[in-house]
């Protein structure tokens, strides 16, 4: 007798989209938590070699220039390669900058020069960190998904970069210099293994890979001028840059006028003004955790509209009063604000956005976005110098106001309902024109 064949059957692959949220969840708290030392490491070790205000904060700005010089290059870079590989190589970078220092350290060699030159490669590798996380999650997360994941990345982002991280970075430099660049180099390192537990695909779809004959492409500069005409070309994406734009130089603003503020004309003692910074912080950690329900409540549309109105408040409570507790408030609603926009703002942007492009769009999105927040700031000290703070904290008030219209009628109500039903779906982008 011939022994029947039993048919095959097909397991369906389970959707690995919580198991990859949770590894860029632990990979970003934990990249987070050591920017977060070196935020506040870099410039407390460079107390120690200079007494100079404007030499000290160099410190800082040496951090965010690669932005401007680097991003748009990043971005196609990202477009191009292995997005994981890419975040392996930042981290490699971090380790090696961050355990140079500390060999200078112990070597009793290190100088402002040296830190310096670190700080541009650290900016650098992340431009690189940044860009390639961006681009990587909407191909390794479904679109339905994607809020959750967004939620969970922005709420640790906020927790360890704004909280654990300065705190623990003060504590350890108070320990030791040595010691709060080890521990640094060492979480760099711990977290890059992680990586290691993605599944699914980590390059742009059409990207070629090792051992791929290679179709001839545009040239970089060509793919920057691609991304930039892209994102010029869609109006939602557009507009959500601008008023980013437009909100960040309020953050520049507050950031630039508060310290000298708030320890003088509302007498906050030095050691109380990292409270009232912390009240931002506390406010994005709020947003993260309730953006999914505001938006079951409220609608998407309305909560990012609300941002404008919650960062305006930021400026306008200190213009309006010096009392701490009403200046705090204010810092809450901003960061309140900040938190709902973000994650919004990336579920939007990954579900408008091809894959292809994602790694020129982030980078394009962040040079706008990042780069006004020091000419807010810079501008907010010259309006400040001329007219006085509480001057300067209105007109940057009134500023938050002019993206008002724009808002409401690009991301209009039928706009809203499209992109929800898209979202829900798990639509995929449009692929953009050659």
Known sequence: MTKPVQAEVVVP???????NT????VFTAATNLADGVLKVALPLIATSLTTSPALISGVLTTLMLPWLFTALHVGVLVDRADRRKLLWL?????????????????????????????????GVAEVIALTSAAALLPSVVSGPKRERANSWLTGSETVCNEFIGPFLGGLLVAAGAGIALGATAITYAITAATLIFLVGRFRAAGASGPGDVEAARPAIHAQIAEGLRYLWEQRVLR????????????????????????????????????????ALGVGGTCGAVLVAPANRLFGRRRVMFANIFLTGAMVAFP????????????AFLGGLGGGLWVVNARTVSQTLVDESMMGRYSAVARLFGWGSVPLGGFGAGLLAEWAGVRIAFAVFTLLALTVVVP????????????????????????????
């Open 239 to 278: 507009v959500m840059t601008l008023l980013v734009a437009v909100l960040n130089a309020l953050w520049g603003a507050w950031l630039a006028l508060m310290p000298l503020y708030a320890t003088t004309a509302m007498g906050v003692s030095t050691a109380a003004y990292g409270l009232l910074v912390g």
């Open 319 to 330: 213009a309006l009063s010096t009392n701490v507790g009403v200046v705090a408030v204010g």
């Open 13 to 19: 692959s389970a959707d690995p989209s919580a198991r």
């Open 90 to 122: 930042a981290n490699a970078v971090r380790v090696a900058v961050v355990g140079g220092f500390l060999v200078a350290v112990l070597a009793g060699a290190l100088n402002l020069a040296m830190i310096y030159t670190g700080g541009v490669i650290l």
């Open 407 to 434: 808002f409401l009628r690009v991301y209009s109500r039928p706009v809203a309902a499209a992109m929800e039903t898209r979202i829900s779906t798990g639509a995929e982008p449009a692929t953009p024109r050659a």
């Open 22 to 25: 949770a590894v860029l969840v």
